[in-house]
């Protein structure tokens, strides 16, 4: 049998489901709530083997931070109730046959990207549930991301009517433009449809600032700007080479009884 790993986000996965509760403090809702969702994923993927990744809520902003130290500053705290809530989720989850994977030094996603490209690169078939479009970096002929809530994938074409680039360039297109919502500031002046013009032209970002070919309207501000185009990619750009202390059989997915 084929291997299919499925990789859920699961705070993406849990903030989502929380919000539209009626009372947020309900978290038997909200744990109701998110075993359905991932039951419809788990029949919908069919998955060997499959894993939910959590960020520790208790941890700092990480590596990134101390790249660029606004990186996720002034977040918005979890809710005292689904922070309180989370071990009774991942008990849930347990009983539906997902371990848990808890972050600790590392962000979530590092750990995910780590995983699913660790799979992937042995011809294997790997499935993130997420609708956080920073994955799509990661997308490969055996690396696919599924938005859930929006019942889409999140595929190369869809990159490239979002953001007019290939998935490969992401990480040189958040160095350019920046991250609003994680405070990553990218290059000042240069917003989506200059940050898409440069690299229809150049493959990154360095190849644009080594160019002599480069528009002058972005030369002076690739030249201003470009050790904090260079950082803001760093912190865009997953690592994937975490070690991650487990092995694919720790994860088989076996239904409970």
Not at 40 to 54: M, Y
Request: aromatic letters at 8%; one cysteine or more; proline letters at 6%.
């Amino acid at each position: 049998m084929s291997l299919h790993l499925v990789i859920i986000d699961a705070l993406n996965l849990i903030r989502r489901n929380h919000s539209v509760q009626p009372d947020p403090s309900d978290i038997a809702r909200t744990i109701d709530t998110t075993s359905r969702t991932l039951a419809r994923i788990i029949d919908e993927s069919q998955p060997t083997h499959i894993i939910a990744v959590f960020d520790h809520y208790l941890q700092d902003r990480g590596w990134r931070a101390e790249l660029l130290p606004g990186y996720k500053a002034g977040r918005k705290p979890m809710p005292e109730p689904l922070q309180q809530g989370l071990e009774r989720i991942q008990d849930a989850w347990w009983s539906l046959g997902i371990d848990s994977l808890l972050s600790s030094g590392d962000e979530a996603d590092d750990l995910v990207a780590t995983l699913a490209c660790k799979v992937s690169e042995h011809d294997e078939k790997v499935t993130i549930i997420s609708t956080d479009k920073g994955y799509c970096q990661l997308l490969s002929p055996t690396l696919q991301i599924r938005d859930y809530f929006q019942h889409r994938w999140l595929d190369a074409p869809f990159i490239h009517k979002e953001f007019g680039v290939r998935p490969e360039q992401l990480a040189d297109y958040w160095g350019l433009t920046g991250i609003s919502s994680s405070q990553v500031p990218g290059v000042p002046g240069i917003g989506p449809k200059a940050a898409k013009e440069i690299l229809t032209e150049f493959t990154s970002i360095e190849e644009a600032y080594q160019s002599e070919a480069l528009a002058a309207k972005y030369r002076k501000k690739l030249d201003e700007h470009i050790e904090s185009a260079r950082t803001c990619k760093q912190v865009a750009m997953l690592k994937t080479d975490i070690e991650l202390g487990f092995n694919l059989q720790d994860i088989r997915y076996i239904p409970p009884q």
